[in-house]
């Protein structure tokens, strides 16, 4: 089948892409507002894009009756948010965070996660997550309702146990990501894995 995403299929692009373009990593994003709330939400739209500088990039769409969402709302405001990273044992509150609430309540006590101090920035991490990136925002691109947010990544936080302090490398082994399949409700593990060694 082919799909005109463009005009007689539109309304179909967010399932179609969100259940083809598969897995996709999860960044369970920390803002905080000007008052000092705290806001957290999940995106799968989400990626590392660069190392030099490194870089990471997070599109969101806007709420139905067409108003930024919070984590929109915050970065626009303070220019700062830490992405965590979502394993196993965090995915369901990870899922927690996905429920609307109203601005300025933060979606983590729901969850029962716990938050600790970021260095370079205001906006805390999440405690329970296995790795979270301090970021500042580079930039914002409005494309149509789509907000792509790119962030300069500053400090990365990274729990003691998976990381080779030899190499200084990922226990890649040890990391049970969790990623983002089919729309509306699917996840999968990371642990089936394979190698393929690059050729010279």
């Known amino acids: 089948m082919i799909f005109d995403v463009e005009g007689e299929h539109a309304e179909r692009a967010y399932p179609l892409l969100a259940s083809l373009v598969t897995p996709r990593p999860i960044a369970l994003v920390t803002t905080l507002s000007p008052e000092g709330n705290i806001n957290a939400a999940p995106f799968s739209f989400f990626n590392v894009l660069g190392a030099n500088p490194p870089i990471i990039a997070f599109a969101l769409g806007d ?15 303070t220019h700062e948010f830490v992405v965590n990273l ?10 927690q965070c996905a429920a609307s609430l109203p601005y300025g309540v933060s979606e983590l006590d729901n969850a029962k996660l716990t938050t600790q101090p970021s260095l370079t ?9 296995p790795a979270s990136l301090e ?16 962030g300069l990544v500053k400090r990365i936080h990274v729990r003691d146990e ?10 890649s082994e040890l990391l049970h ?19 393929l060694v690059r050729p010279k």
């Open 63 to 77: 709420r139905d009756d067409g108003t930024p969402k919070d984590t929109a709302r915050n970065i626009r405001l």
């Open 121 to 129: 920035i205001k906006t805390p991490r999440i405690a329970e997550a």
């Open 135 to 150: 970021c500042t925002e580079w930039g914002t691109l409005q494309i149509g309702d789509n907000r792509v947010i790119i």
């Open 86 to 95: 979502v394993d196993e044992a965090i995915a369901e509150p990870m899922n």
């Open 162 to 171: 998976l990381v080779d302090t030899g190499s200084l490398r990922i226990r």
């Open 177 to 195: 990501t969790v990623g983002r399949m089919a729309s509306p409700n699917w996840y999968c593990h990371s642990t089936d894995r394979f190698e």
